[in-house]
T-cell receptor, first 114, second 113 residues
Framework: AQSVTQLDSQVPVFEEAPVELRCNYS??????LFWYVQYPNQGLQLLLK??????LVKGINGFEAEFNKSQTSFHLRKPSVHISDTAEYFC????????????FGTGTKLQVIP | DAGVTQSPTHLIKTRGQQVTLRCSPK?????VSWYQQALGQGPQFIFQ???????QRGNFPDRFSGHQFPNYSSELNVNALLLGDSALYLC????????????FGNGTRLTVT
């Protein structure tokens, strides 16, 4: 079984400041890792994914994440946030089988302050 | 290219009633997963359908059932509704060809009173 822990439920940050949203996972097998974003009253949109290869993954909207196998972490970062980044962010993990269920964390609400 | 579409967008039901939610997957996708997202929580996996059969199931009671049609669209049925079933129900699809991650619809907001 897998689990995902998002260490911060809310992260306030000033506009144009950098941000890091933390994610740790637990699994007995190799995994795929994802970050999704959810805007109010909408579904989830994929930001980025780690399947294999380079541990630094770049996604949409200027976000990137780094896979750290030894620390079982997959933290999300952005060097300069915008008001439009205000949303809830979910870290997720799935088995490398690819079609197995995806397990989500409880989410981190990013609030960008003007 | 149409993405994942869900209907209805909102629904209000009374405790004890039954509800059916519908999902059309993204074009080219043949696998549908359903998730329940309670307020303030992350999505919880309910089940996944492929080739009209339930392939995997999460920790949900038998009151939750589903169906997949030959055109890959899917339904989620919940019987004997409880107040705790109030949530956003998300449908997600993926295709077997490109092994892409889940593509989500905007969900159905179910309120049980």
């Amino acid at each position: 079984a897998q689990s995902v822990t998002q260490l911060d439920s809310q992260v306030p940050v000033f506009e144009e400041a950098p941000v890091e949203l933390r994610c740790n996972y637990s699994s007995s097998v190799s995994v795929y890792l994802f970050w999704y974003v959810q805007y109010p009253n909408q579904g989830l949109q994929l930001l980025l994914k780690y399947l294999s290869g380079s541990t630094l993954v770049k996604g949409i909207n200027g976000f990137e994440a780094e896979f750290n196998k030894s620390q079982t972490s997959f933290h999300l970062r952005k060097p300069s946030v915008h008001i439009s980044d205000t949303a809830e962010y979910f870290c997720a993990v799935s088995d490398r089988g690819g079609y197995q269920k995806v397990t989500f964390g409880t989410g981190t609400k990013l609030q960008v302050i003007p | 290219d149409a993405g994942v579409t869900q209907s209805p967008t909102h629904l209000i039901k009374t405790r004890g009633q039954q509800v059916t939610l519908r999902c059309s997957p993204k074009s080219g996708h043949d696998t549908v997963s359903w998730y329940q997202q309670a307020l303030g929580q992350g999505p919880q996996f309910i089940f996944q359908y492929y080739e009209e059969e339930e392939r995997q199931r999460g920790n949900f009671p038998d009151r939750f059932s589903g169906h997949q049609f030959p055109n890959y669209s899917s339904e989620l049925n919940v019987n004997a509704l409880l107040l705790g079933d109030s949530a956003l129900y998300l449908c997600a699809s993926l295709g077997t060809v490109d092994n892409s991650p889940l593509h989500f619809g905007n969900g159905t907001r179910l309120t049980v009173t």
